[in-house]
């Protein structure tokens, strides 16, 4: 079949597309024979299978395809493609949207073929025909960033285009996009560039984290501050439109996953754009030059003060606990704690309790006493009490070198009970029997240990059953069979005797018996 010569650019669809306008004869159907060497297919906007069969027909090279005509290099770098699966089932046949982990990522864009209107009249007018732009496939892109305008579409799902085919038609009336919306999209036209340029390159959590700590968003034990990092994206994107089926995204719940190393898997690429738009200011360079350690302590640091010292200022300026936990991202709680264990004096729920009852908990809770059992005792909620002790200074510390000195008496009588019911009781029962008790004390008190155990036995030598082993080897030489081996010792060694048959005999009257009986007793060995 003739073929027409794929563009820049162009989507596998857009081209199969236009040969057959151009080039082919009758359905469909034939075309897809003739070039794909398949019957029966609906290609997929950006990430098509069969690109085998196309090379074989008309002789495009295979790399050039994949990378340059589908969406794969993109989700390559996105960690889609790390075992080569993504590549195999493109170029061959199976599903490359199961292969990118689409269904997963649980994201409803419905399949469409996106064109920029304006482009396609421009095409029109300069080439003599339009084509679908691989770049406008992208998931997410709804603006030409060139023109300044909404994306029309042309359904390809299920009820719609199905195994058809088309080009971009001409669209009446124009829709103008937000400057983010097209902002965006250039963004992620240059992400597919250097995804493409950078063909070993694969996205590393570590540029975003980078510039997440830069911008303060990570504490300084490296805990991601995940609330007002939500919160940031969610309002820098409140006003940015998504396709239809993608809106759920703009609750970023997904971040979580995407950024913390525990949890990471791959992520669909839309979920990295999002963030990385935002996190990058829109510089796509950042995914490719990652900053060395050293090149990123010279970076600026945007704000360095940790949670705990803006939750001091804000009760010192008197804001009340609600505001500063909203403005920090920390519970209410949270915000209390530290407020009381720098003695600060905040004014919430200051009269629930009276400051007796405040003392009188502290006080029980460093004599020992259960939380449940403080509670009780004053009439007030658990909640209360947790809360009065993990605010006081100290006393959560305390309270545990107390409870392991509770614990480690109670192991004490433990094994002291146990001592006066079992007299008969070595170490080793004491061990097996009181096995929490044991290592409750070998690991915290060793000297007490020492104490309530019974006295050390003297080592005793493991005695061997003589019956037993007469049996063994009676049995094993019986079940010889003739030729018989000519010394003890060659006997010995077929029935692993451990040189008892030589050493031991006389401790072995039935085995001595059999020897002899067989004729295999050598009458030199003397202690026989
Ligand atoms: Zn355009």
Not at 10 to 23: D, M
Not at 104 to 114: M, P
Not at 150 to 179: F, H, M
Not at 497 to 507: G, K, Q, V
């Amino acid at each position: 079949m003739n073929i027409v010569q794929i563009t820049a650019h162009e989507t596998v669809f857009s081209w199969v597309s236009r040969c057959h306008l151009r080039c082919g004869v009758g359905h469909v159907r034939n075309t897809y024979q003739a070039l794909l060497n398949v019957f029966d297919i609906r290609l997929h906007p950006y990430l098509p299978n069969h690109l085998h069969g196309i090379t074989q027909s008309s002789g495009i090279d295979e790399e050039t395809l994949l990378v340059q005509h589908t969406l794969y290099a993109l989700f390559r770098f996105f960690e889609h493609d790390t075992k080569g699966q993504l590549r195999r089932v493109m170029c061959r046949s199976g599903s490359p949207v199961l292969a990118a982990h689409i269904p997963q990522a649980a994201i409803g864009i419905a399949l469409e073929h996106r064109y920029c209107p304006l482009c396609a009249k421009a095409q029109r007018q300069t080439l003599g025909f339009s084509y679908f732009d691989i770049r406008y496939q992208i998931p997410g892109v709804v603006a030409c960033p060139l023109h300044q305008c909404l994306l029309a579409s042309i359904a390809s799902g299920d009820g719609a285009l199905d195994k058809q085919i088309c080009l971009p038609r001409v669209v009446a009336v124009l829709q103008e996009c937000l400057t983010k919306e097209a902002h965006f999209s250039a963004f992620c036209f240059e992400v597919l560039d250097g995804a493409l340029d950078h063909s070993d390159a694969v996205c590393s959590q570590h540029s975003y984290l980078n510039v997440l700590d830069r911008k303060g968003f990570i504490t300084k034990r490296g805990h991601l501050r995940l609330r007002q990092l939500i919160d940031a994206l969610r309002d820098f994107y409140a006003d940015i439109r998504l396709p239809r089926g993608a809106e759920a995204l703009l609750t970023f719940d997904f971040v979580g996953p995407l950024l913390r190393k525990k949890t990471h898997s791959p992520r669909h690429p839309l979920q990295h754009l999002l963030v990385g738009y935002w996190l990058f200011s829109g510089d796509a360079a950042c995914y490719f030059n990652v900053p060395t350690a050293i090149e990123q302590l010279s970076l600026p640091i945007e704000e360095t003060s940790s949670a705990d010292e803006l939750i001091k200022q804000g009760v010192v300026n008197g804001l009340s606990l609600n505001a500063i936990a909203k403005q920090t991202g920390k519970s209410r709680c949270y915000v209390r704690r530290i407020a009381e264990l720098n003695k600060l004096q905040h004014r919430t729920n200051s009269l629930a309790n009276s400051h007796k009852t405040r003392d009188l908990v502290v006080f029980q809770a460093q004599l020992g006493l259960h939380r449940k059992v403080i509670a009780n005792n004053l009439g007030v909620g658990v909640g209360y009490v947790e809360q009065v002790i993990s605010n006081t200074p100290e006393l959560v510390s305390w309270r545990k070198t107390l409870a392991k000195f509770q614990k480690v008496a109670a192991a004490k009588e433990t094994i002291t009970a146990a001592r006066l019911a079992h007299p008969d009781w070595v170490r080793k029962d004491i061990k097996a029997y009181c096995t929490n008790a044991f290592f409750c004390l070998y690991r915290n008190d060793k000297a007490a240990l020492e104490l309530v155990l019974p006295e050390k036995l003297p080592p005793q030598t493991p005695k061997l059953d003589w019956i037993k082993e007469d049996s063994r080897l009676f049995e094993a030489i019986s079940a010889l069979k003739p030729p018989y081996p000519k010394s003890l010792s060659a006997l010995g060694r077929v029935v692993k005797d451990r040189a008892h048959l030589r050493e031991r005999l006389h401790l072995l009257p039935k085995t001595k018996a059999l020897l002899v009986e067989l004729k295999l007793l050598c009458i030199t060995n003397r202690r026989a």
